[in-house]
């Protein structure tokens, strides 16, 4: 059973860093392209940044230059460092693990951070 267990989120001031980790347990780590998706009260889940297990990143404009998203394949971890937060980043930040052909998705529990202005 592929379990995806979040941690890391809290409350930041305004232009402060937190990171974010998330351990995946359950199945072949590398075959999976990882995400952080996040939500905010009201609004729709959306993608803040995704790396395959080569190590290709994207990310959503708005967090570009400010996110980082990593993973330790040995140890099945990914990261989302993020730094110059800002009360618009409040949200519930979900790992996401996609196998890279079968496109199978599976959720973590979610983990609040919240950003104070």
């Known amino acids: 059973q592929v379990q995806l267990v979040e941690s890391g989120g809290g409350l930041v001031q305004a232009g402060g860093s937190l990171r974010l980790s998330c351990v995946v347990s359950?199945?072949?780590?590398?075959?999976?392209?990882m995400g952080w998706y996040r939500q905010a009260p009201g609004k729709q889940r959306q993608l803040v940044a995704s790396i395959t297990g080569g190590g290709s990143t994207n990310y959503a404009d708005s967090v570009k230059g400010r996110f980082t998203i990593s993973r330790d394949n040995a140890k099945n971890m990914v990261y989302l460092q993020m730094s110059s937060l800002s009360p618009e980043d409040t949200a519930v930040y979900y790992c996401?693990?996609?196998?890279?052909?079968?496109?199978?998705?599976?959720w973590g529990q979610g983990t609040q951070v919240t950003v104070s202005s």
């Open positions: 359950g199945t072949i780590f590398s075959l999976y392209v």
């Open positions: 996401n693990a996609r196998h890279y052909r079968l496109f199978t998705d599976y």
